[in-house]
């Protein structure tokens, strides 16, 4: 009987102390993620950067005679995302940026420069409307787009509002926030933030 009493002490002491180091972590965890603030989209130094303008060109899509002119048909802005069949990361995030366009009421527009073989069968695969991917490798090289899944966001007259690499939904919203904030980046907002005095 004394073992019994022993060991259901034991076993209460320990869990205890096991809900006491819970505790004590959960804090730890609550206080990092308010102390680590938000990362944007990395925005690339090379290429054209918010504010330029792309060309008045026409771009190829996977439809023969259908091209695509950035600077004209999306009054209330476009996206414009680069994605590769062997980037899975550019899979995952074909539907997300679908939401988040459909959310923002902005146009959505798919690029790659693959051959139109594998693209048919990619825009097939993910049920891409293969009238909205551009298939241009002039595009990619205008934007000097050096990493996938890349996306620009876009005003009516082809303005580029705020671009970076994507890899989730946070990423895609900070490009909102840099049009809105009028920073270029999540980064360039936050260090703005910490230079202002108290």
């Known amino acids: 009987m004394e073992i019994l009493v022993v060991s259901s002490s034991i076993c209460t002491l320990v869990l205890l102390m096991a809900a006491w180091t819970l505790w004590q972590l959960l804090r730890q ?3 990092m993620f308010r102390e ?3 990362v944007g989209a990395l925005i690339g130094a090379a ?11 026409a771009f190829h899509t996977l439809i023969p005679g259908h091209d695509v002119v950035l600077t004209q048909g999306a009054s209330a802005g476009r996206l414009v995302m680069f994605v ?5 990361i550019s899979r995952k995030m074909i539907p997300i940026a679908r939401m988040f366009c459909q959310r923002e009421k902005l146009d959505l527009v798919f690029a790659g ?3 139109p073989q ?3 069968a990619f825009v097939s695969s993910q049920h891409i409307d293969p009238a909205s991917f551009i298939n241009d490798p002039d595009l990619g090289r205008i934007l000097e787009v050096d990493k996938l899944p890349s996306a620009f966001l876009l005003d009516g007259q082809g303005h580029i509002l705020a671009r970076g690499l994507v890899n989730n939904r946070e990423h895609l919203e900070s490009l909102l926030n840099a049009q809105e904030t009028g ?3 999540t980064q360039d907002y936050l260090a703005a933030r910490k230079a202002q005095p108290a």
């Open 29 to 31: 965890v609550r206080q």
């Open 36 to 38: 680590i603030p938000p």
């Open 47 to 57: 290429g054209p950067q918010p504010g330029d303008r792309c060309p008045d060109q």
């Open 84 to 88: 590769a069949s062997t980037c899975p």
């Open 113 to 115: 420069d693959d051959t």
């Open 118 to 120: 594998m693209q048919q």
């Open 183 to 185: 920073f270029r980046t």
